[in-house]
């Protein structure tokens, strides 16, 4: 993928707000995805697909002696990544613009690799994690993580927030990814070559009994992501304009005081022996 074919490769787009999204969703996953991400004391760790940095400032904080090469295809969003970066306070990172399917490192230049919300929009994730892995060093590890939006569940039921989903889902198929793969990553680790993987499932529900959730995640992450794509769904002929409309608002209605919201991320590990 080139610099100039990204912005169609990623289904979110590039605009301010869906790079908002993306830190409030960091934020708000932080603890949950996080809390047994930590590399010690002088790891070399490549996290590839940065992007604006917003799984990044999570990282080299809680692994604060780890030093940290954050890799990513757009200029604009690595320049805004080490702005945020240096607003707080991180001195273990570096930021490269490079392309995922052409690394500019030797094999087993790292300790550890990251990749998180990346592989979904990937024509081709089997030949990027193979890559990855071969920068792995013996005895190091991979992690990737990824949702999957065939695990929503909500409350009250809606066929018209279902149809909203999928317009989604679909509109990243036709990009060349793949919105349903957190259940694939298995297999996917598996068909790239490696051995020894672990996969554990990171459950989201959210109820009215926490705030932040319903705020962070239903409205913020998913419902925003979600209505993110509209125009494009509109425009691709998926849906209708009120049919979309009611979809988005079917998923604000799980926010309130009586809605419940579930989603599943999955986490891979790898030991490269």
């Known amino acids: 993928m080139t610099a100039a074919e990204a912005p169609h490769a990623y289904v979110h787009g590039y605009h301010d707000r869906e790079q908002q999204r993306l ?9 949950l995805l996080h ?25 080299a904080a809680q692994s604060p002696q780890a030093h940290f090469t954050c890799v990513d295809i757009s200029p604009a969003s ?3 990544a080490r702005e945020r970066a240096a607003a707080a306070g991180l001195h273990n990172t570096r930021f490269r613009e490079a392309d ?40 190091g590890t991979l992690t990737a993580i990824e949702g999957d939006h065939g695990s929503v569940m909500f409350h009250p039921e809606s066929a018209a927030a279902r149809h909203a ?21 298995y297999p996917l680790l598996q068909a790239a070559g490696a051995a020894q993987v ?48 009611e979809g988005v608002r ?10 419940v919201f579930c989603y599943t991320f999955f986490k891979a590990v790898v030991r490269v022996p």
């Open 23 to 31: 830190h409030d969703q960091a934020r708000t996953l932080s603890d």
């Open 35 to 59: 809390h047994d991400t930590h590399y010690p004391t002088g790891s070399r760790v490549l996290e590839a697909g940065c992007g604006t940095g917003a799984q990044t400032l999570t990282l």
């Open 78 to 80: 690595l320049a805004m």
């Open 100 to 139: 995922l399917r052409a690394l500019p490192f030797a094999a087993a230049s790292f300790d550890h690799v990251f990749v998180c919300f990346v592989l979904e929009h990937l024509a081709d994730p089997v030949g990027c994690l193979r890559t990855l892995l071969q920068l792995v060093r013996p005895g």
């Open 165 to 185: 989903i999928d317009c989604q889902v679909q509109l990243q198929a036709r990009a060349g990814g793949n919105a349903l793969i957190g259940r694939q990553l």
């Open 198 to 245: 672990e996969v554990s499932p990171r459950f989201v529900y959210v109820d009215a009994s926490r705030p932040a959730w319903v705020d962070g995640f239903t409205r913020k992450t998913f419902t925003a992501m979600v209505e993110g794509v509209r125009e494009d769904a509109i425009g691709a002929g998926l849906t209708r304009a009120d049919a979309f409309d």
């Open 250 to 259: 079917a998923l604000q209605r799980t926010a309130e005081s009586d809605g």
